[in-house]
C-alpha cells in the first residue's frame, strides 16, 4: 500500500470515528523512541457545551470534557491497532500516557497541539491553545505515533492571532502575558501556567464546587470559536 492510501484510509478510519481534522506530522526532530511520524486528529466541542463556557466550566461541561477524553483514547487505541495490522509500529497517546511521563512543570515529550502544529492543522494561540481557522479552539486533540510512511502536512510555524486580545481579557487570573508564538517560544513566554492552572481551580471550585483544572473561558472567547459557533447557528447546531 503506499503512502498517499495509507495517509487516505488513515484519515477515513478515524472521520468515520468522530474526527473533525486529521493531519500527520513529521516528528522526527523529537526523537520518539523511533517514530518518524505522528497522527494528529480533533474532535469538536459542541457547540452548545462552548456557548455555555463564557462565564466558566459547567456541569455539562465537565461531563463532556470526561466523554472526549474517553472517546479520543478510544480513538487512537484503534488507531494503533490498525496500523500494527498493517505491520507497522504504534503507540496510542492517551490521556494515561502523556499524564505517566508529565513533569513536574506540567510538561510531555510531544504535546498533541505540537503535532497538530507540524502536521499543519493550527497554530498555538496566545492562550497556548491550538487555533484552527474551521474551529478556533473549540476542539480537542490526540496523537497516534507511527513508523508507517504517511504524507506529512506543512507545518505551522507562526501565530496568526495578530493584535486580538480576546482569550487574554477573559482569563481570570490574568495568566495570560499576550506575546505571539512561533516555533522555539517557549510556553512561559505564553501563559504563567501555574497561574492559569491555579486560576481555573479557583472557577471550577467557585461554579461546580470542586478544585478540578477546567476553565474554557479563553476557549469561548477567541473569534475563531465564535466564528464557528455562528457558523454551526446557521445550520442549527
Not at 510531544?110 to 493550527?122: F, M, Q, V, W
Request: aromatic letters at 6%.
Amino acid at each position: 500500500m503506499t503512502a498517499k492510501e495509507i495517509s487516505r484510509q488513515m484519515r477515513q478510519f478515524l472521520e468515520e470515528r468522530g474526527a473533525v481534522l486529521v493531519g500527520f506530522a513529521d516528528i522526527t526532530p523529537f526523537d520518539l523512541d523511533g517514530y518518524p511520524r505522528a497522527v494528529s486528529f480533533a474532535i469538536q466541542v459542541p457547540p452548545d457545551i462552548v456557548r455555555s463556557m463564557s462565564d466558566g466550566p459547567t456541569p455539562a461541561y465537565e461531563a463532556e470534557y470526561e466523554r472526549m477524553n474517553a472517546q479520543l483514547d478510544r480513538m487512537a487505541e484503534e488507531g494503533e491497532g490498525w496500523l500494527r495490522s498493517l505491520g507497522y509500529r504504534a503507540e496510542a497517546r492517551t490521556v494515561g500516557k502523556l499524564l505517566g511521563e508529565e513533569t513536574p512543570d506540567f510538561r510531555t515529550r510531544l504535546p498533541h497541539k505540537t503535532a497538530a502544529t507540524r502536521a499543519g492543522l493550527g497554530w498555538i494561540g496566545k492562550c497556548a491553545l491550538l487555533v484552527t481557522e474551521p474551529y478556533g479552539s473549540g476542539i480537542r486533540l490526540s496523537t497516534i505515533l507511527a513508523d508507517a510512511p504517511l504524507e506529512v502536512g506543512v507545518p505551522v510555524e507562526a501565530s496568526r492571532c495578530g493584535s486580538c486580545t480576546a482569550c487574554q481579557s477573559v482569563c481570570p487570573p490574568r495568566a495570560i502575558i499576550g506575546n505571539h508564538w512561533a516555533v522555539g517560544v517557549d510556553r512561559s513566554e505564553l501563559v504563567r501556567i501555574v497561574d492559569c492552572r491555579e486560576g481555573a481551580r479557583d472557577i471550577a471550585e467557585e461554579r461546580l464546587g470542586k478544585r478540578t483544572t477546567l476553565c474554557g473561558r479563553c476557549i469561548a472567547a477567541c473569534p475563531y470559536t465564535r466564528r464557528a459557533l455562528a457558523r454551526a447557528g446557521r445550520q442549527g447546531g
